[in-house]
């Protein structure tokens, strides 16, 4: 009877260790996200969109996980660049450049990784160096170098600037890599400890709406 006892006991107390694991599972406000000050969707256009830099090396880490983020959600992430200083404004524009000439309104994979490493390369560059490496990996893509742009498409660069500029500034984003949903919420990405549960709680904040 004893043993019977015992053992009941240990499987009550196993549901309600279970029972508490599955609550935490819900992503909590502060926590896992967070409430942007402000409702930006009118200047994001999709529902679920990264914000990064191709000056952080922290971003350069989460690009190869995107696919996997992509799968988990059943959908494509936008991209934002931010510009809360000089160099990530600087930055933006070679994005910006190379996202508006694409197909898909952001770089490909190969582009992106170009793209990184010229903030990343282990090697130092002189200006020039930079430079003719900046317009090879524009080239090479058929696309035209951001220091040959005509009028028409600098105007275009700089709407694009400009938009993601009000996304910086309206959003108070100072952080990166994080992920905007719905144009409300932002994912607080240090507080979760892989890829599946980032993807949960993008899931969790698009079904909030």
């Given at each position: ?34 409430e ?34 992509e799968q ?95 996304i ?42």
């Amino acid at each position: 009877m004893i043993k019977i006892i015992k053992t009941l006991s240990l499987l009550f107390a196993s549901l309600i260790l279970l029972t508490a694991c599955s609550e935490n599972q819900t992503p909590e406000l502060n926590k896992q996200y967070s409430e942007l000050p402000n409702d930006i969707s009118s200047l994001i256009q999709e529902p679920v969109v990264e914000v990064f830099s191709l000056t952080c090396g922290h971003c350069l880490q989460m690009e190869k996980f995107l696919p996997e983020i992509e799968q988990g959600i059943n959908q494509p992430i936008g991209k934002v660049h931010v510009t809360f200083n000089e160099s990530a404004q600087a930055a933006a524009m070679f994005y910006y450049a190379a996202a508006m000439q694409s197909d898909s309104s952001k770089p490909d994979q190969e582009m992106m990784t170009e793209l990184f490493n010229l903030y990343h390369a282990s090697d130092d560059l002189t200006s020039v160096q930079r430079k003719q490496k900046l317009e090879n990996a524009f080239h090479n893509k058929g696309m035209t170098s951001p220091y040959d742009l005509n009028q028409a498409q600098k105007e275009k660069l700089f709407a694009a600037v400009t938009n993601a500029a009000d996304i910086t500034g309206k959003g108070m984003i100072n952080s990166v890599p994080t992920f905007i949903i719905n144009g409300k919420y932002m994912v607080i990405t240090s507080a979760h400890d892989d890829v599946q549960s980032i993807a949960n709680t993008i899931n969790f904040l698009i079904s909030k709406g």
